[in-house]
């Protein structure tokens, strides 16, 4: 079992930086790959971007790309994302997850329904 607890959000205004934390507990967390998504009231979730075990990213969605940037530090079980010049379409729950099986990518990574663990989501709203 793996416990993620997402923090960081906030209310900002548009141009600004938010940087999230998506916190693991439970099984060796530093095994797995962990992806954000995010869902703003009314939409589906959808990808945002993702990261691997040995630290190797994967392409973000394209709504993001060039102004995030996801990271982990598994010595602190803790997998970041870093969101600038933020736009209030931003405004999202943004949740992490993971997969069932440590090590590997589930068969399409951008989609939420191929994911086991989830947060509980940190609300970001950008404002205009």
């Known amino acids: 079992q793996v416990e993620l607890v997402e923090s960081g959000g906030g209310l900002v205004q548009a141009g600004g930086s938010l940087r999230l934390s998506c916190a693991a507990s439970?099984?060796?967390?530093?095994?797995?790959?962990v992806a954000w998504f995010r869902q703003a009231p009314g939409k589906e979730r959808e990808f945002v971007a993702g990261i691997n075990w040995t630290g190797a990213s994967i392409n973000p969605a394209d709504f993001v790309k060039g102004r995030c940037t996801i990271s982990r530090d598994n010595a602190k079980n803790t997998v970041y994302l870093q969101m600038n010049n933020l736009k209030p379409e931003d405004s999202a729950v943004y949740y992490c997850?993971?997969?069932?099986?440590?090590?590997?990518?589930?068969?399409?990574?951008?989609?939420?329904?191929?994911?086991?663990?989830w947060g509980q989501g940190t609300q970001v709203t950008v404002s205009s």
């Open positions: 439970g099984r060796t967390f530093s095994n797995y790959n």
């Open positions: 997850a993971a997969p069932q099986i440590r090590g590997y990518w589930p068969g399409n990574a951008r989609l939420s329904s191929s994911y086991t663990y």
